[in-house]
């Protein structure tokens, strides 16, 4: 069974650093583009970043380019976020999210296939 | 990167057909055939029903069909049934590996 556990999540001050993590298992990890999605409760979806199976190709919201970072190691089947300079509007419940093919060249792009049940950022003084 | 439009809301009987638009502009929905649509039932994380325009996921019904004209998509629900009360986002890739998802629509069956 594909599953994603994603961690790290909590309360955090504006301006300060935080970074989330992703833990996959039931598929073979490095064949496959993931990506964050975040969400305020009772709110709408944002993508924030996604990354090619091989970390060719990376690309980020507008809202968090420049403070957030988006990475994997495939040895360890892990997806990770660094958010930097945190902002009161990166409160949200955040998503790790497997994408349905490797990278948009295959002719598929950006079917967010399977999604962990979120780690909740609370971004407050 | 604004997010796409979608209508608040739309609603039906039992039986009946619903469209869900999806309004974006030539640099995201207009220029790629990469748009997906998502049902997420409240207190449920988002499920893929149609990737690609129109194709659909194995197991998902036949009743979700899913077109594109222009800078517009379209989730169309053929025989509506009570189980497919849920919010609906559409989603579109946007060139430089981004995404953008819609505003989102609350389905409702009467």
């Known amino acids: 069974e594909v599953q994603l556990v994603e961690s790290g999540g909590g309360l955090v001050q504006p301006g300060r650093s935080l970074t989330l993590s992703c833990a996959a298992s039931?598929?073979?990890?490095?064949?496959?583009?993931m990506h964050w999605v975040r969400q305020i409760p009772g709110k709408g979806l944002e993508w924030v970043a996604g990354?090619?199976?091989?970390?060719?190709?990376?690309g980020y919201a507008d809202s968090v380019r420049g403070r957030f970072t988006i990475s994997r190691d495939n040895t360890k089947n892990s997806l990770y976020l660094s958010m930097k300079n945190v902002r009161v509007d990166d409160t949200g419940l955040y998503y790790c999210?497997?994408?349905?093919?490797?990278?948009?060249?295959?002719?598929?792009?950006?079917?967010?296939?399977?999604w962990g049940l979120g780690t909740l950022v609370t971004v407050s003084s | 990167q604004s997010a796409l439009t979608q209508p608040r809301s739309v609603s039906g009987s039992p039986g009946q057909s619903v469209t869900i638009s999806c309004t974006g502009t030539?640099?995201?929905?207009?220029?790629?055939?990469?748009v997906s649509w998502y049902q997420q039932r409240p207190g449920k994380v988002p499920q893929l029903i149609i990737y690609?325009?129109?194709k659909r996921p194995s197991g998902v019904p036949d009743r979700f069909s899913g077109s594109k004209s222009g800078n517009t998509a379209s989730l169309t629900i053929s025989g509506l049934q009570t189980e497919d009360e849920a919010d609906y986002y559409c989603?579109?890739?946007?060139?430089?590996?981004?995404?953008?998802f819609g505003t989102g629509t609350e389905v409702s069956v009467l």
């Open positions: 999210v497997k994408d349905i093919d490797y990278d948009c060249t295959g002719g598929t792009c950006f079917a967010l296939q399977v």
């Open positions: 989603c579109s890739y946007a060139a430089r590996y981004r995404g953008v």
């Open positions: 990354i090619s199976w091989n970390r060719r190709f990376i």
């Open positions: 690609d325009v129109d």
């Open positions: 030539s640099d995201d929905v207009g220029l790629y055939f990469f």
């Open positions: 039931g598929f073979t990890f490095d064949e496959y583009a």
